[in-house]
């Protein structure tokens, strides 16, 4: 069992910048991909960003690419995402998630295994 804690979420005007961090709980946070996916009123679920276990790999959605950045500390349990020139249109609440796939860093929800309880990011224009 992994719990998940999130937190940096906030308001800030477009163009600025945010980290958002995830805490897991238990020993074997190393043996996880983690994610970060985000979702908007009346929106489904969508994938932002995903990092290997040991962190060498990563995946972004095009829509953040080259303005979002994910990375992990695995001696603090944390994974982070660094999100800079933000638009309106990243407003959504973030959430972070755990997956044990082994090959590859996926994109769908269906393949993570643990949720945080999410983390609301606003961004105004």
């Known amino acids: 069992q992994v719990q998940l804690v999130e937190s940096g979420g906030g308001l800030v005007q477009a163009g600025g910048s945010l980290r958002l961090s995830c805490t897991a709980s238990g020993r074997t946070f190393n043996s996880y991909a983690m994610g970060w996916f985000r979702q908007a009123p009346g929106k489904e679920r969508e994938f932002v960003a995903a990092?290997?276990?040991?962190?060498?790999?990563?995946h972004y959605a095009d829509s953040v690419k080259g303005r979002f950045t994910i990375s992990r500390d695995n001696t603090r349990n944390t994974v982070y995402l660094q999100m800079n020139s933000l638009k309106p249109e990243d407003t959504a609440v973030h959430y972070c998630?755990?997956?044990?796939?082994?090959?590859?860093?996926?994109?769908?929800?269906?393949?993570?295994?643990?949720w945080g309880q999410g983390t609301q990011v606003t961004v105004s224009s």
């Open positions: 998630a755990a997956s044990r796939v082994r090959v590859g860093l996926p994109a769908s929800p269906t393949a993570y295994d643990y």
């Open positions: 990092i290997s276990w040991g962190g060498s790999g990563t």
